[in-house]
């Protein structure tokens, strides 16, 4: 039953920064039941779908964490409690089967922070070490996103923040500090999740310390139930909507082969 | 006999090693998209519904799952259009899976220009889309009407040397429009497409679907996809490829019992995969075993016989 879009209603939602938002949509009569990577749909009646990283959830309350790009996410943002939505959950496949070893260091860039909230949520739960390395180009975003994290996050996690403009945090992209961070703790695994640019160097990176990430891949997800084929990952059989999003980098090289 | 043997059946222009395909619209407008019906298992392929110019299809929601059961979609046609086709086929054929193309147009002259495509760049058939149940002028509105499938079949088996197989959904007129289908020179008649429906969300009051009216799909419309196989073949003893809320082998089974020589799934292939494939095909050899038929030919239209 994935695939039908439950009834939600909004519970609360916050600007966190200039650019982040959170918010929180409780299941109707239902709970779902999801693992890290995994994502939802969310329906805006009489406008569009938008798919969103699951960032937490709790029994039938479920978190996003996402910035304005277009339409759907404008509206997205002027949500109020109350309003009511439809949510196709829990969608893709939960990436812990994946993860190797006990060490995880999760990577992420700008928005691709929201799954990884999740991640390691669980990582904890199921007893990893985690550390999070977040880069976000602004200072501003920065310093109010971190201290909204140790709201949302288990304590034990290790939160590192980069920033471009060097005000925040490490000065420098995530991957630089990623680098670093693995250098010194030999990380046992290393996930990801963002803009493509920032994948590719970071693969490339990592290959330098013999790790062979998991990325978490974007492509267009029209449907989410694997019928309409829009999310095909490029030069592989895989539908992110299904198999994904997550991939060991090694499976999907011709994704980043591929030209936009 | 081996069970490839068992279940390897001819239809026009293919000689299939088992009977199962997926339906269009399930994958099939992209070259990647040809590894996954591969890993899948399926004796041939068919490209999502191609039309002359690129349409990029509807707004989402374009697909979703009902609580009622089944699938409800309206996606619009969406397809790189009709010069992406070569690319597609060839990538079909380097994997060995042979390549039925689905063309629709909302005139004669469109579906002819997207069969010559086909025919050239090495199709092994066509599938008319003469049914496509929520995108205006581009299906039910031609399939309903016996003289419209007439002329549509007619401009393309005129055009083109490979066989050409018509797709019709329900309609009252769906008897009368496949002998019209046949007349004008069709070798296979696909049955049925999807069956237009609606879902109201009525937690938001409104429609989900952004274009309102979408098609049914999935379990739901098998006894109505039977029961048109079963009347078209009680008439005219045509080739059939039943479609149709195909979920394990018995629901395959039924097709064949009601006419089908061929099948395809949609809506559970694509939530099943391979392992729906499997289901079918070990299920029809174990069925056929157990009635004492040598091959698959021998119990196409078996119910009939009542
Ligand atoms: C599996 C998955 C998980 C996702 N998780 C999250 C998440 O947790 N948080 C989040 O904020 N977003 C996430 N996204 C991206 C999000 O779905 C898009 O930002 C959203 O669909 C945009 O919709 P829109 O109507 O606002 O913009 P549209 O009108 O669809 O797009 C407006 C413009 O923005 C561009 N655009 C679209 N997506 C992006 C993007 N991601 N980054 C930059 N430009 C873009 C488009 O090309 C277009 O030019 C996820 C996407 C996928 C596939
Ligand atoms: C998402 C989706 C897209 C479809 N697109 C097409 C199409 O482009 N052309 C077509 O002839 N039929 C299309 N169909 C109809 C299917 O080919 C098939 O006739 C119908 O789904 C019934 O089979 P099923 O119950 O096994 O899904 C589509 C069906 C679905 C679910
Ligand atoms: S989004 Fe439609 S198949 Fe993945």
């Known amino acids: 039953m994935k695939g039908v879009p439950r009834p939600a209603v909004v519970e609360h939602i916050e600007r966190i920064s200039q650019t982040y938002y959170w918010l929180e949509m409780r299941i109707i ?67 812990t089967g994946m993860v190797s070893g006990d ?41 109010k996103v971190h201290s909204f994290l140790k709201r949302v996050m288990p304590r034990a996690v290790e939160v590192y923040v980069a920033t471009d403009d ?41 290959r330098g310390l013999n790790i062979d990430p998991i990325v978490l891949l ?12 829009s999310c095909i990952v490029r030069g592989t059989p895989f539908l992110l909507c299904v198999d994904g999003p997550a991939f060991r980098y090694s499976s999907v090289v011709s994704y980043f082969e591929h030209k936009i | 006999m081996t069970k490839q043997g068992v279940l390897s059946v001819r239809i026009p222009g293919i000689n299939l090693s088992h009977p199962l395909m997926n339906a269009s619209g399930i994958l099939g407008n992209d070259k990647d998209h040809m590894r996954r ?8 392929v068919v490209t999502k519904t191609f039309t002359p110019q690129p349409r990029r299809g509807y707004e989402t929601p374009i697909i979703i799952e009902l609580p009622t059961g089944g699938f409800l979609n309206a996606v619009g046609l969406a397809n790189p259009g009709k010069d992406a086709l070569p690319e597609l086929i060839d990538a079909g054929k380097a ?19 997207v069969a010559i495509v086909a025919d050239e760049h090495g199709a092994s058939a066509i599938e008319l889309n003469l049914s496509c149940p929520h995108t205006k002028g581009y299906g039910l509105e031609i399939g309903s009407d016996p003289r419209m ?16 197989y018509a797709k019709l959904g329900l309609s009252d007129y769906v008897v009368k429009s496949s002998e019209k289908a046949l007349e004008a020179g069709a070798r296979c008649l696909t049955l049925i497409n999807t069956i237009r429906a609606t879902y109201i969300d009525v937690h938001t009051l409104k429609p989900v679907l952004s274009n309102v009216v979408g098609g049914l799909s999935g379990p739901p419309i098998h006894p109505v996809a039977v029961r048109v196989v079963y009347e078209v073949y009680r008439e005219l003893r045509p080739c059939i490829i039943g479609v149709g809320g195909i979920q394990d082998w018995k629901t395959a089974a039924e097709f064949v019992a009601a006419g089908a020589r061929a099948l395809q799934a949609g809506s559970m292939l694509a939530v099943k995969g391979r392992s729906l494939v499997r289901d079918v095909l070990d299920g029809l050899v174990e069925w056929l075993k157990s009635h004492g038929f040598r091959s698959l030919e021998e119990a196409v239209g078996i119910a009939q016989r009542t």
């Open chain 1, 166 to 206: 060097c005000g925040y945090g490490f000065c420098g992209t995530a991957v630089d500090l990623a680098y670093e961070l693995a250098r010194r703790d030999k990380p046992s695994d290393v996930v990801s999740a963002g803009p493509r640019p920032m994948l590719t160097s970071l693969v490339q990176r990592m």
């Open chain 2, 95 to 113: 994997l060995g899976l042979p390549v039925i193309v689905s063309a629709g147009g909302t005139t004669p002259e469109e579906f002819r220009e």
């Open chain 1, 218 to 229: 974007e492509e267009e997800v029209r449907c989410g139930i694997g019928m309409c084929g």
């Open chain 1, 103 to 143: 060490k995880i260091m999760l990577v992420a860039g700008g928005t691709g922070l929201a799954p990884m909230i999740f991640a390691s949520q669980k990582l904890i739960e199921s007893g990893k070490q985690v550390m999070l390395v977040w880069g976000t180009p602004s200072s501003q975003d920065a310093e």
């Open chain 2, 149 to 164: 499938v007439y002329n549509v079949v007619r401009t393309v088996t005129s055009s083109v040397k490979v066989p050409v």
């Open chain 2, 37 to 44: 019906y591969k890993e899948w298992g399926l004796a041939a």
């Open chain 1, 29 to 95: 009569e239902d709970v779902i039941e999801a693992g890290p990577g995994q994502f939802l749909i969310i329906w805006l009646p009489r406008l569009k779908e938008i798919p969103m990283s699951i960032a937490t959830l709790n029994n039938d309350t479920v978190s996003i964490f996402f910035k304005v790009v277009g339409k759907g996410t404008q509206r997205l943002a002027k949500l109020s409690p109350g309003s009511r939505l439809g949510v196709k959950a829990p969608l893709g496949r939960s990436f």
